[in-house]
C-alpha cells in the first residue's frame, strides 16, 4: 500500500522561506505525477505546483515566481520549495501522487494523498 507523508510545515514569518519535502512509500516501481496543493479554511482545495515524470513543472498563478516544485526519482520524494512566503500562502498543504505504478500487482493506483501538513505564514 502507497503511502505519502508531508514534512517540513510550520511558522514562518512573512517573507521568509520554507520547504517542504514529502517521501512515498511502498512497493512502488515509477509514479507519474507528484503534486503539492493546498487548502485554507473555506476555500477549496487548490493545485500549488505538479511535476509529471517527464514533463515541465507547473504552478498556480499566486506562486508563481515564488515557489519551486522538485522530484527525486531515485527515492520516490518531491519537494516544494516556498520563498516569499504571504499570510495568504497559511493553508494545510498536501502531497498527492496520481499512476503511481506498484509491485507486485503491476497496476496502477491513482490519487493518493497524503495527511497533510500545517504552514502558518504570520504578518
Known amino acids: 500500500q502507497v503511502r505519502l507523508v508531508e514534512s517540513g510545515g510550520g511558522l514562518v514569518q512573512a517573507g521568509g522561506s520554507l520547504t517542504l519535502n514529502c517521501a512515498a512509500s511502498?512497493?512502488?516501481?515509477?509514479?507519474?505525477?507528484m503534486a503539492w496543493y493546498r487548502q485554507a479554511p473555506g476555500k477549496q482545495r487548490e493545485l500549488v505546483a505538479t511535476m509529471g515524470r517527464y514533463g515541465s513543472p507547473d504552478y498556480a498563478d499566486s506562486v508563481k515566481g515564488r515557489f519551486t516544485i522538485s522530484r527525486d526519482d531515485a527515492d520516490n520524494t518531491v519537494s516544494l520549495q516556498m520563498h516569499s512566503l504571504k499570510p495568504e500562502d497559511t493553508a494545510v498543504y498536501y502531497c498527492y501522487a496520481d499512476r503511481v505504478m506498484t509491485q507486485p500487482s503491476w497496476t496502477y493506483t491513482n490519487d493518493i494523498w497524503g495527511q497533510g501538513t500545517q504552514v502558518t505564514v504570520s504578518s
Open positions: 511502498g512497493k512502488i516501481f515509477s509514479i507519474m505525477t
